[in-house]
């Protein structure tokens, strides 16, 4: 198994609905961050949650963190169409002579039905 | 605001041949990193660099080579191409916090 696996893989919902992505890690942590990719485009950063945070807003986002089970939520409210997207957990265990190594997870792909 | 940048965008190479990737990290990052993403997987880390020096390798196969120049630009350096080398290459960079910039990737196709 990988670092940073999700589940689901796949998830289809209305729009207006929430939809709630999971991750689950295996190595200690410094932080666990999610990203967004369109299909055949680059990553885009969506939040960064460090592991001694529990939780973390930004705007309809919504992420938590539990390190005693190694697992992270991503939390997405009211969809909208334009949400339709893999979204990808990644982990930073630390810096390796100046750069993280971010280990990205097996991503869920997101589809919201209009 | 300026973004990291990719060259080509897409490229289609035969078995056996070379490929150079470009990379123009976002100015005043220090970091560069190179991920393979194949299809319908996640990205995959190969390589990065701290301040032109490298920093560490991940699953990059020893006929890919990278280096970061005094400008700051990256080149990853693909030879002997084989079919499975057929993936999407980002780039991205990082300054002073742990938010990586991704470019829009290089799609290479092997033939």
């Known amino acids: 198994s990988q670092q940073g696996e999700e589940d689901p893989q796949a998830l289809s919902i209305q729009e207006g609905e929430n939809a709630t992505m999971n991750c689950s890690y295996k190595t200690s942590i410094n932080n666990l961050q999610w990203y967004r990719q369109n299909s055949g485009r680059g990553l885009v950063h969506l939040i960064l949650?460090?592991?001694?945070?529990r939780e973390k807003h930004s705007g309809r986002l919504r992420v938590t963190l539990d390190t005693s089970k190694k697992s992270s939520s991503l939390l997405i409210t009211a969809s909208r169409a334009a949400d339709t997207a893999s979204y990808f957990c990644a982990t930073d265990a630390g810096r390796i002579q100046g750069a993280q190594k971010l280990v990205f997870g097996q991503g869920t792909r997101l589809t919201i039905n209009p | 605001a300026a973004g990291v940048i990719q060259s080509p965008r897409h490229l289609i190479k035969e078995k056996r041949e070379t490929a150079t990737l470009k990379c123009y990290p976002i100015?005043?990052?220090?970091?560069v990193y190179w991920y393979q993403q194949g299809p319908g997987q996640d990205p995959q880390f190969l390589i990065s660099f701290y301040e032109k020096m490298q920093s560490d390798k991940g699953s990059i196969p020893d006929r890919f080579s990278a280096q970061q120049f005094s400008d700051y630009h990256s080149e990853l350096n693909m030879s002997s191409l084989e079919l499975g080398d057929s993936a999407l290459y980002f780039c991205?960079?990082?300054?002073?916090?742990?938010?990586?910039?991704f470019g829009s990737g290089t799609q290479l196709s092997v033939l």
């Open positions: 100015p005043r990052h220090d970091t």
């Open positions: 949650i460090r592991s001694n945070e």
């Open positions: 991205a960079s990082s300054g002073n916090n742990e938010k990586l910039f």
